[in-house]
Structure formats: structure tokens, C-alpha cells
């Protein structure tokens, strides 16, 4: 029921920044009801929580603290990812997943991921 696009990846040296997007859709969308995420991984890795934003605050991981922040424009159905001080380390793919509580489960889409390369 929900589409997730992701943009905004590329190559960029260490110490730079890059802002990920992602645009929901779907019919209908409440985008505002959805907890947001990003997630990164990298060969041979399992995927990992980067940073978080439901209506109660935002979480992030560790080794980003500082470093990126994710936001959140619900009237346009998008959400950032906001990444400063880039290292070598933070090359992945960033994935964008809508999570949400209803009734009887939970509901849980994933865009088909941007990549990000940092190197010199």
C-alpha cells in the first residue's frame, strides 16, 4: 500500500555531505501515522538502523550521532536524511522504510535503496 522512492546518493569525499530523500506514496498515503527510518548495508552485512523519527523524537545510531539528522515533511510525504562529516566507513546502501501499528500486526515497507560512496 505504500511505495517508497529513494534519491539523493552519490559519491562524495570524506568530510562531506549529502541529503537522501525519500518520497511515500501510495492510495491512499496517511504519511503522518508512519514511523520513518533509514537503514544502511553493505556487502555481506545484515542491514542497520542509521536514524529513526516517530511523533515521540528521533533516534540514531552511535556511530552517526552528531553527524546526520533525519526529518520529516509530512504535508509532502517525504522524508530526509541529512549526513554531514562523512567518512570512508558510512559507504553503503541507505534504504527508506514506512513502518506502522494497525489492529491485528504491523506494516512494514522498504524502497529499493540509494547508493552512497565516500571515498578520497
Known amino acids: 500500500q505504500v511505495q517508497l522512492v529513494e534519491s539523493g546518493g552519490g559519491s562524495v569525499q570524506p568530510g562531506g555531505s549529502l541529503r537522501l530523500s525519500c518520497a511515500a506514496s501510495?492510495?491512499?498515503?496517511?504519511?503522518?501515522?508512519?514511523?520513518m527510518a533509514w537503514y544502511r548495508q553493505v556487502p555481506g552485512k545484515q542491514r542497520e538502523l542509521v536514524a529513526r523519527i516517530t511523533s515521540d523524537g528521533t533516534n540514531y545510531a552511535e556511530s552517526v550521532r552528531g553527524r546526520f539528522t533525519i526529518s520529516r515533511e509530512d504535508a509532502k510525504n517525504m522524508v530526509y536524511l541529512q549526513m554531514n562529516s562523512l567518512k570512508p566507513e558510512y559507504t553503503a546502501v541507505y534504504y527508506c522504510?514506512?513502518?506502522?501499528?494497525?489492529?491485528?500486526?504491523?506494516?512494514?515497507?522498504w524502497g529499493q535503496g540509494t547508493q552512497v560512496t565516500v571515498s578520497s
Open positions: 501510495g492510495t491512499p498515503v496517511i504519511f503522518s501515522i508512519y514511523r
Open positions: 522504510n514506512a513502518g506502522r501499528n494497525y489492529g491485528s500486526g504491523y506494516a512494514s515497507y
